[in-house]
């Protein structure tokens, strides 16, 4: 008979980790709802949000750039981005400085498209999240203190 299996927790619900887990994939089904109409996956709103924040700062974003904004692996953006560009959502041309990098910029169609999913989703949130009320933005502020915390460098 195999050993009794022990948990440090008396129960999921104790466990941070595993509510994490379920909230993400209850958001995760939530976003694929609303994205799937636009022609997009989470994955890609993510990538197209980011380069849309970062071009509010800057004219020359790059890949690395976005891979970093969004806190996601570089090769997978590379992935991502050409399947942007196939969707005609951004382009991407020569760096004016880096032969080795390309500026990544959204086209009318993609910006068209991430402000529609910008507001899809942020209505979306708003919804999912509205059970915290008042303790939204101490959530908030916990979620970021927790990324920064456990940012790879």
């Given at each position: 008979?195999?050993?009794?299996?022990?948990?440090?927790?008396?129960?999921?619900?104790d466990?941070?980790?595993?509510?994490?887990?379920q909230?993400?994939?209850?958001?995760?089904?939530?976003?694929?709802?609303?994205?799937?109409?636009l022609?997009?996956?989470?994955?890609?709103?993510?990538l197209?949000a980011?380069?849309?924040?970062?071009?509010?700062k800057?004219?020359?974003?790059t890949q690395?750039?976005?891979?970093?904004?969004?806190?996601?692996d570089r090769?997978?953006?590379?992935?991502?981005l050409r399947?942007?560009?196939?969707k005609?959502?951004?382009?991407?041309?020569?760096?004016?400085?880096?032969?080795?990098?390309?500026v990544?910029?959204l086209?009318?169609?993609?910006a068209?498209?991430?402000?529609?999913?910008?507001?899809?989703v942020?209505?979306?949130?708003?919804?999912?999240?509205s059970?915290?009320?008042?303790?939204?933005?101490?959530?908030?502020?916990?979620?970021?203190?927790?990324?920064e915390?456990?940012?790879?460098?």
């Amino acid at each position: 008979m195999p050993k009794e299996i022990q948990f440090n927790f008396k129960s999921p619900q104790d466990s941070p980790g595993y509510l994490l887990g379920q909230v993400t994939i209850l958001w995760q089904r939530r976003l694929k709802k609303v994205l799937d109409p636009l022609n997009l996956t989470q994955t890609q709103f993510v990538l197209l949000a980011a380069l849309g924040w970062l071009s509010k700062k800057t004219e020359v974003v790059t890949q690395v750039d976005i891979a970093n904004q969004s806190n996601t692996d570089r090769m997978m953006v590379s992935k991502v981005l050409r399947t942007l560009v196939k969707k005609k959502f951004i382009t991407r041309e020569e760096h004016p400085t880096d032969t080795r990098a390309k500026v990544i910029k959204l086209t009318k169609e993609g910006a068209e498209i991430l402000q529609t999913a910008l507001t899809t989703v942020e209505n979306t949130d708003i919804q999912f999240f509205s059970i915290l009320g008042d303790n939204l933005s101490v959530f908030n502020k916990n979620m970021a203190d927790i990324i920064e915390q456990n940012k790879e460098e």
